[in-house]
């Protein structure tokens, strides 16, 4: 079964850490752009609080005051309940888990005792435990940590088939194809910043001294080289010959795609 499966499944030996899966929001265009749309979609849901009385022919009745409805009001100095919505989901499509520590610290004018603040998945780690699954969490920045008991952090995670603690971030399995658009992203601006022209050899069947080859390769960078020089005339030394290396028809139709794509 196992030889199977890899004659069916790519291989790959790349694995992102978290902290690279988390860079991908920065770095990815498609990594953003799915994030952004889920998260804000998700931030976008009105908020209600209901309270469940099972006796009544009424089961639930809308929550507009108390201590949990000001915690989800006021939430924390730094952030408002919408923004709250949108690091959570974003957290856990990106990581596979998302943080929230509940702590008594508030904005001054906050009716509520308590606040809700986003922690970086990237710098949690989990204290195991035989009995209760985990008995704490550990936050680290630099060299120093803080230890949080289970109590006071709540955690939202996609399903694992291969954590017993952490989510699976739908990053990961796409590891392959976002290194591969990101190489092939940056072989297209190289190719279009030299005038959408490809590269190409210069020949002689002199011997050439090693700091005349440097010279040479010096003045094609800095006149000849980039968008700005596109279509310059080249004008090369008594003896020497340019010869173009070609993009293959498969490889333009594919360069023009990308481009379109974007």
Not at 3 to 29: D, E, F, G
Not at 59 to 80: A, I, Q, R
Not at 131 to 137: L, T
């Amino acid at each position: 079964l196992s030889s199977l499966w890899s004659q069916v499944l790519p291989r790959t030996n790349t694995i992102l850490t978290p902290q690279q899966m988390a860079r991908k929001y920065a770095t990815s265009v498609w990594v953003f752009a799915c994030v952004n749309a889920k998260a804000s979609a998700v931030a976008s849901v009105p908020f209600r609080l209901y309270k469940q009385k099972p006796t009544e022919l009424n089961p639930t009745k809308e929550v507009m005051s108390g201590p949990l409805y000001d915690m989800f009001k006021w939430v924390n100095p730094e952030m408002t309940l919408s923004d709250l919505w949108f690091a959570t989901e974003a957290w856990k499509e990106l990581i596979g888990s998302s943080f929230w520590v509940i702590s008594d610290e508030v904005a001054p004018e906050s009716p509520s005792k308590w606040g809700i603040y986003i922690a970086n998945p990237t710098r949690m780690s989990p204290i195991p435990d035989p009995k209760v699954g985990i008995k704490g969490w550990i936050y680290r920045v630099g060299n120093k940590q803080v230890v949080l008991d289970r109590t006071q952090v709540i955690h939202f995670k996609s399903f694992s088939s291969i954590s017993d603690y952490l989510g699976v971030s739908p990053v990961s399995p796409a590891t392959a194809s976002l290194n591969l658009d990101e190489k092939a992203t940056a072989h297209i601006t190289k190719f279009y910043s030299q005038g959408a022209r490809p590269g190409g050899v210069i020949e002689t069947k002199e011997d050439i001294p090693p700091d005349e080859i440097r010279r040479l390769e010096t003045e094609l960078h800095e006149f000849w080289e980039g968008s700005d020089n596109a279509y310059k005339t080249l004008v090369l030394w008594e003896g020497l010959t340019w010869k173009d290396v070609s993009t293959s028809p498969k490889d333009a139709e594919y360069l023009g795609q990308k481009a379109v794509s974007r």
